[in-house]
């Protein structure tokens, strides 16, 4: 079933419910299927085809969902941006994507303008909370297009093998790359989220997860396919707020990443069980530290706590199940319902229990492809009986009973004194020290090792740590190889729009002198 007819059968069950909250507005499943079917109207008379694609550069309101089931019923295939992009990144990406159309917010123009400018193209820009009137030309009013009725019924699509999103990775290590999903592969990846989790219509679930990523995407989705409810906040600056707004709504659901959890877990004046409607806390995007979960699941005694997985080509991998967190706190479970996951070694065969290989997934949820990347694509793909397999690129290991353990992305690993270090099990060390809240660790070069590894970290507030404290913290954890040989403080660590933590020579972030004692 494609995306835009999942909500369709929703809105026919469930029609007077309320499907979505954003800000100051909330939309029954009726009024959300009205709304996107007057889009979908709007753009095939404005000459919108299938196929074409659309840059969506919106924060999370009620704008880009209305905009995701709007576009797929047009049968387009929408390209969603994080809206602080830059003029650049996104010039490269209308060029590559050959967009037919850029949907945007007012405050977003002289990005969008400065991007368009930089290219051959011309799109249809389509602008939100614009002046009425403002710059007829090329550009067309958001709220203008979703009025009126729609004159003659839309044409229901049925090819499930169409794209549905094309999602552009970081671009962290080259330029980024557009996953492409198809409507069969987002559908299997939710259909088995929404199982795991157990969602019904009765789920509410408070996402500040960007709508420009698959972690975002997926509580638009999951929602619509249970008919439940998605609270949609715009970001996570301040937690308290969001905390409150949890109580408020009665929240059963709440995805986060670990940053987040380090922000929640910090607060100490907060009650073990204060929320008590909410059913399911989920974290991905990065691994959590086990400091942390201890922390989260101190603090919500009653809610069931997902650790899992995802990479963008496949949208979800593993999951957790909560009962597993306390014997296996470092792992990130099995593969998800309805697929298969597992480590293989250097020549492509499974790998024994506890042998560092890399992770390969396959199920009717991995990716079509890169957008016009047929050599990046033949490397991550392969055939296989059941569909495709998709190398990774991550190391992990397994244990006896199948369970994955994530290591390390490939490139990521510290090589010092001719060892192999994984970063994140130096991570989980210093997160295991009081007074610590915010944790990172990189190598760098030595003319002696080959590389060292130092540690990056954020105190909490009020407490002072000396290097030396920290090193010694590490040295009673840690194999003298994986011990930092230095610590920097910082006042944050820098993060992609996703919430990981990414160390690069592009940082502008202050070391805390104050910190260092």
Not at 377 to 388: E, H, I
């Amino acid at each position: 079933m494609r995306m835009e007819a999942r909500l369709r059968d929703s809105a026919r069950r469930f029609g007077d419910k309320c499907a979505l909250i954003a800000g100051g507005v909330r939309l029954t499943y009726a009024e959300l299927d009205t709304l996107s079917d007057r889009l979908a109207a709007s753009l095939a008379r404005g000459g919108i085809k299938p196929g074409d694609r659309v840059l969506m550069v919106l924060d999370n309101g009620h704008e880009a969902v209305v905009s995701f089931f709007g576009l797929w019923k047009a049968g387009a295939v929408p390209c969603p941006l994080y809206p602080s992009i830059k003029a650049e990144k996104l010039s490269l990406i209308l060029n590559s994507t050959e967009a037919s159309v850029v949907i945007t917010h007012d405050r977003q123009r002289v990005t969008v303008d400065a991007a368009i400018a930089m290219t051959k193209r011309q799109p249809l820009t389509i602008v939100v909370q614009a002046d009425a009137g403002d710059d007829p030309g090329y550009r067309l009013r958001f709220e203008d297009l979703i009025r009126g009725e729609v004159s003659v019924p839309l044409r229901e699509l049925e090819n499930t093998e169409a794209l549905a999103l094309l999602l552009h990775t970081s671009g962290s290590t080259g330029q980024p790359k557009g996953v492409m999903l198809t409507h069969a592969n987002v559908g299997a990846a939710c259909e088995a989220i929404v199982a795991y989790l157990g969602n019904t219509a009765d789920d509410v679930v408070l996402s500040v997860l960007p709508l420009s990523f698959g972690y975002g995407i997926t509580q638009v989705v999951t929602m619509v396919m249970a008919g439940g409810t998605l609270v949609l906040e715009k970001s996570f600056a301040f937690p308290r707020k969001i905390l409150e707004r949890l109580a408020e709504v009665k929240a059963t659901g709440f995805p986060l990443v670990p940053p987040m959890a380090a922000l929640i877990t910090g607060m100490k004046d907060l009650e073990p069980g204060f929320l008590p409607h909410l059913r399911t806390i989920t974290s991905a995007a990065a691994a959590m530290p086990p400091a942390l979960s201890e922390r989260l699941q101190q603090l919500f005694p009653d809610t069931r706590l997902f650790l899992m997985y995802g990479q963008t080509e496949c949208l979800r991998a593993t999951y957790l199940p909560p009962e597993e967190v306390s014997r296996r706190p470092l792992s990130v479970g099995r593969a998800i319902p309805g697929t298969s996951a597992f480590v293989i070694d250097e020549d492509g065969r499974p790998a024994p229990p506890g042998t560092i290989g890399e992770l390969v997934v396959e199920g009717p949820h991995v990716m079509s492809g890169y957008w016009d990347n047929g050599l990046t694509s033949v490397r991550a793909l392969s055939p296989v009986a059941s569909g495709s397999r998709l190398h990774t690129g991550d190391l992990f290991q397994a244990d006896a009973d199948g369970f994955l353990y994530f290591v390390s992305r490939r490139d990521d690993i510290i090589k010092t004194r001719g060892e192999k270090v994984s970063p994140q099990e130096v991570e989980r060390a210093l997160y295991a020290m009081p007074g610590i809240k915010e944790a990172a660790v990189g190598g760098i070069d030595d003319p002696i090792f080959g590389q060292v590894v130092r540690a990056y970290v954020v105190v909490e507030d009020g407490v002072t740590l000396a290097e030396r404290q920290i090193i010694r913290h590490c040295a009673q954890l840690l194999e003298d190889y994986m011990v930092p040989k230095s610590v920097e403080f910082r006042d944050a660590l820098p993060r992609t729009t996703t919430g990981k933590i990414r160390l690069g020579a592009d940082e502008t972030h202050t070391v805390t002198q104050g910190n260092v004692a």
